[in-house]
């Protein structure tokens, strides 16, 4: 046959197609395939046709060029059990509906302005768990990052999008609950790949999916209905009461559009996206930096000349720190939070670059693998070395193909500004205010960075490391019945 061919790709297995070539991590072994196959590489995952993206040029093709082919999301059972048929922002369908749903969160929920408004609240949060950590330096103790700043960003996350902190209401258990559902809507699922097998739920997914929606919908319902009780709910300053008075506002777009499953399903969408991505990345920086003295050395520096030694960073400081800026990308684009983005399908049949693509493709765009191509990033690819941005103007934020963190396009992220905000903001307290080092005198060359794989890449073992104080703060909280001078905790006041 004459005429374009679907795009090369390495032979597939009856039932399970290329599905057993994935492995344990997925980003890597795509990256593989596509050196010999191209990139764009044709596969079938169980059922399910799938192209694999693997370069910035063929990425543009589909982000820039078609995207609005390619701007739908495949139907998961995660998608169906967890966001109430797939009405959240997140996993919904192209189409009218979405697209008034996603106006929402760009033009009111997630703007600067929204943004900016949190700044308070993500102060104070900021300044206990620094002090918390200074509480852990003066013991000496080793210290889990990864649950300290996760207990800071659910919190930020938490009082941003409900008004309330994760264990300020006894009544539930939403941050257990938004736990599961990004280990559940990380988790392999067959059924999505075979969809014959989905009745038998052979892993049990489906069934713990379900009992976890329910639990999740009994909470979301009474945070809901403690909102509408209150005399005026357009008081409420959090993202919940701004998604309310907007749907209650017969003078607007958005009035009677979406029932109470949407408002459930957007709360949602901003806590699993709003909580994991950050917290990885985070982790992913300061690890980076203590793995690298040299990095480290020169953002403290950079701090210090800024900021000074007798403050904490404010989120004003951020634009003045042009190095922090590098080191941020350069974690971005070795340790991408999302490596193969979310999966996008495409909404009809379309010739890409020569290749026949057929409607409800399943598209994979692998930016891990863009991020490590030495085509565009030169021989020291595998290398934290942030200054090969010095001079280049390539940004993050979905218009330079060759570093994409935060997706491109009409499903790139929304939460980009609050994301990028809250990881310098937290990375640059991190560096400014301590000094970190790895327990029982590990060398920083032997820390490891190996990566996991789900919803998210986080690091795949805990970072564990020992703060100590490098500022001199006087702080007048009492923390734990402590008065505090950073360095310097008197116990006995
Ligand atoms: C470092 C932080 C973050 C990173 C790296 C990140 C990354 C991403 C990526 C890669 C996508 C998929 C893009 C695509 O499919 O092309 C995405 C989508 C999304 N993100 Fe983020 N994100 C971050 C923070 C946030 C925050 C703070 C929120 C909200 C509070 C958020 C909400 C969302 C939502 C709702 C979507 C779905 C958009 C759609 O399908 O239209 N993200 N994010």
Same mark, same amino acid.
């Given at each position: 046959k004459h005429g374009p061919t679907l795009p090369p790709g390495p032979p597939a297995l009856p039932?399970?197609?290329?599905?057993?070539?994935?492995?344990?991590?997925p980003h890597r072994a795509l990256a593989k395939l596509a050196q010999k196959y191209g990139p764009i590489m044709s596969l079938r995952l169980g059922h399910v046709p799938t192209i694999v993206v693997s370069s910035a040029k063929a990425a543009e093709l589909f982000l820039k060029e078609h995207d609005a082919v390619f701007a739908t999301r495949p139907i998961s059972q995660s998608s169906v059990y967890l966001s109430y048929g797939a009405k959240?922002?997140?996993f919904g369908q192209y189409g009218e509906y979405w697209r008034r749903m996603r106006k929402m969160c760009t033009?009111?929920?997630?703007?600067l302005a929204k943004v900016t408004s949190f700044e308070g609240l993500r102060r104070v949060e900021v300044e206990a768990a620094v002090w918390r950590l200074v509480e852990a330096a003066v013991a000496r103790d080793v210290v889990d990052v990864g649950e300290r700043v996760g207990d800071l960003i659910e919190e930020i996350v938490f009082k941003m999008v409900?008004?309330?902190?994760? +264990?300020?209401?006894?009544?539930?258990d939403l941050k257990g609950v938004v736990e599961e559902a990004v280990t559940l809507a990380g988790a392999f699922n067959l059924a999505d790949f075979v969809p014959y097998l989905a009745p038998l739920d052979l892993q049990g997914l489906a069934r713990k999916m379900k009992d976890l929606s329910k639990r999740a919908d009994e909470i979301f319902e009474n945070i809901i209905d403690d909102h509408l009780k209150e005399? +005026? !709910?357009?008081?409420?300053?959090d993202i919940l009461g701004a998604t309310l008075a907007l749907m209650k506002n017969? *003078? *607007?777009? !958005?009035?009677?559009?979406? +029932?109470r499953d949407n408002v459930k399903a957007i709360m949602l969408d901003l806590f699993v996206g709003g909580i994991g991505t950050s917290l990885v990345a985070i982790v992913w920086a300061l690890a980076a930096l203590i793995k690298h003295p040299r990095v480290m050395k020169l953002v403290q520096e950079e701090l210090d000349s800024v900021i000074g030694k007798e403050r904490l960073v404010v989120e004003s400081d951020l634009s003045k720190l042009t190095y922090l800026d590098l080191v941020v990308k350069e974690t971005f684009r070795l340790y991408?939070?999302?490596? @193969?983005l979310v999966p996008h399908e495409s909404m009809e049949d379309v010739i890409v670059n020569g290749y026949e693509i057929p409607k409800k493709s399943r598209v994979i765009i692998n930016i891990w693998a863009i991020g490590r191509d030495s085509n565009v990033w030169s021989e020291n690819v595998g290398e934290f070395y942030p200054e090969r941005f010095i001079g280049k103007e390539i940004d993050v934020r979905g218009r330079d193909f060759e570093l994409i963190p935060f997706g491109?396009?009409?499903?790139?992220?929304?939460g980009m500004q609050l994301g990028l905000l809250t990881v310098k903001l937290v990375v640059a307290q991190l560096a400014h205010c301590f000094t970190w080092e790895l327990p *029982?005198?590990?060398?920083?060359?032997? @820390?490891d960075m190996n990566e996991g794989f789900g919803l998210s890449m986080p690091k795949a073992n805990k970072l564990l490391a020992i703060p100590s104080c490098r500022l001199r703060v006087p702080h007048s909280n009492v923390i734990h019945g402590i008065t505090a001078e950073m360095g310097v905790i008197d116990k006995s006041s």
């Open positions: 039932i399970i197609g290329n599905l057993h070539m994935l492995g344990r991590l959240g922002v997140a033009l009111h929920l997630l703007t409900i008004g309330k902190g994760k +264990d300020e209401d006894k009544r539930y005399e +005026d !709910f357009r008081q409420h300053t017969p *003078n *607007n777009e !958005f009035f009677s559009s979406f +029932d991408p939070v999302a490596p @193969l491109a396009g009409r499903r790139g992220c929304p *029982n005198g590990m060398q920083h060359e032997k @820390l």
